[in-house]
């Protein structure tokens, strides 16, 4: 009787065909529904962030159109007569035009005091970040607790000092306290941290360059993205000083735009013809820190890359 032995040399039986024996891919999973859900909620509350904040804005731009009678008679975000030109001209010329004084007043306290305040705050960044001295981090906690004290606190202090020296209705009034600023001290020693690295100090050292010249000519330009959002900051909170220039101008003639502007409100049931002006000129003092803004905003896009080694 014989038998069959298989060949071990022989091919394994292919798989049926139609797909029965096709591995089968896993299908990629579902995207949570939940993911939609919260990118709705948070665009929802851009959305009404965005109406918060514009909406003042449109309806200043549309009332610099009207005139008074067109203030109270019509719809506030109505277009009026069209007088914007016309309230333009009568806000320059007002008083022998001291809107225009009380502007350059206002470039003069922003501009001065937000440079030199921001290079001193770089400075002392810069310092605190890179130069071991004795008691850094306690001297650094006073400049801490300096952030933490409303600037409305130290008014009086500062009026009492100003008044001894004789500075008070003096430009300087207003310049000197605003060169102090211990939230940018703070910035720019974050920014000293991840913009300068220490081998390029070393560098500059060792090819014979100073302490001073390394700040200006090295870390300087690597610092210019956090100079620029230091100034910013700076610039903002010096164009909405009104409380400091409240206690210490008495002149007219040295107001800023926002405490002039103030003043015309105060008066506008006895001079009606200034609500009109009080809103023109409310809306011309925002444009300087619109152009500000747009200006010297691609400097925040920068990355750490600025101050890198190569």
């Known amino acids: 009787m014989s038998t069959q032995t298989a060949t071990p040399d022989a091919p394994p039986a292919s798989p049926p065909r139609g797909g029965a024996g096709r591995r089968s891919t896993p299908k990629p999973p579902a995207r949570r529904s939940g993911g939609l859900t919260s990118r709705v909620m948070v665009n929802a509350v851009l959305a009404v962030v965005a109406v ?4 003042p804005l ?7 159109t009207k005139s ?6 019509t719809n506030p975000f109505s277009l009026g007569d069209l007088q914007f030109l016309a309230n333009l001209n009568a806000l320059l010329e007002y008083n022998d035009g001291v809107f225009v004084r009380w502007l350059l007043n206002s470039l003069l306290y922003t501009v001065v005091a937000s440079g030199l305040s921001t290079l001193i705050s770089v400075a002392c960044g810069y310092a605190f970040d890179k130069y071991a001295f004795r008691g850094r981090e306690k001297w ?7 952030v933490l004290i409303p600037s409305t606190v130290v008014q009086l202090p500062l009026y009492l000092m100003a008044s001894e020296l004789g500075l008070v209705n003096t430009y300087w009034a207003v310049l000197i306290p605003s060169l102090v600023n211990p939230f940018g001290v703070y910035l ?49 909170a010096s164009w909405n000083n009104f409380y400091g220039a ?15 502007l103030y003043m015309w409100n105060q008066n506008v049931y006895q001079q009606p013809e200034l609500y009109p002006l009080v809103i023109i ?6 444009v300087p820190l619109i152009v500000a803004f747009l200006c010297l905003q691609r400097f925040w896009r920068s990355g750490l890359t600025a101050g890198a080694v190569k």
Not at 140 to 146: K, S
Not at 198 to 224: I, Q, S, W
Not at 281 to 286: M, N, T
Request: glycine letters at 10%; aromatic letters at 14%.
């Open 246 to 260: 409240l206690m210490m101008l008495n002149d007219d003639r040295l107001y800023p735009v926002n405490l002039g």
């Open 58 to 64: 449109t309806w200043l731009l549309i009332a610099s």
């Open 188 to 236: 720019a020693r974050v920014f000293s941290e991840g913009y300068v690295p220490g081998e390029v100090l070393e560098a500059a050292r060792m090819d014979g360059a100073g302490e001073v010249r390394t700040f200006v000519k090295v870390a300087l330009p690597m610092l210019a993205p956090g100079f620029v959002t230091i100034f910013l900051f700076s610039f903002t």
């Open 281 to 286: 000129g409310s809306l011309v003092a925002v």
């Open 140 to 146: 650094f906690g006073v400049v801490l607790v300096g």
């Open 52 to 55: 918060y904040t514009l909406m």
């Open 68 to 73: 008074y009678r067109d203030l109270f008679a």
